[in-house]
């Protein structure tokens, strides 16, 4: 069993930055991939950023490759997402997943974190 709790979450001005983290209990954080996911209002999820379980390995949507940063650390068994550059558009609740299996459907799911970018 893996627990994911997500924080840094907030209200942003347009063109600012935040760091969201993903902490995981657990022993075996560094056998999943990890994932950050997001969902707007009247929106379906969409998956933003991937990190392979050694980390060397990584992935982004379109809408956010080059703003957009995943990394972890498994001694801390914590994945980040820093978001810079952010636009009204990424307004949305952010989770962070954890999969051994593909993104199709994700082993382990947080609770979300509000991302606000006002304009």
């Known amino acids: 069993q893996v627990q994911l709790v997500e924080s840094g979450g907030g209200l942003v001005q347009a063109g600012g930055s935040l760091r969201l983290s993903c902490a995981a209990s657990g022993r075996t954080f560094s056998s999943y991939s990890m994932g950050w996911f997001r969902q707007a209002p009247g929106k379906e999820r969409e998956k933003v950023a991937s990190?392979?379980?050694?980390?060397?390995?990584?992935s982004y949507a379109v809408s956010v490759k080059g703003r957009f940063t995943i990394s972890r650390d498994n001694a801390k068994n914590t994945v980040y997402l820093q978001m810079n550059s952010l636009k009204p558009e990424d307004t949305a609740v952010y989770y962070c997943?954890?999969?051994?299996?593909?993104?199709?459907?994700?082993?382990?799911w947080g609770q979300g974190t509000q991302v606000i970018v006002s304009s």
């Open positions: 990190i392979s379980a050694s980390g060397g390995s990584t």
């Open positions: 997943a954890a999969s051994r299996r593909g993104w199709l459907n994700p082993d382990y």
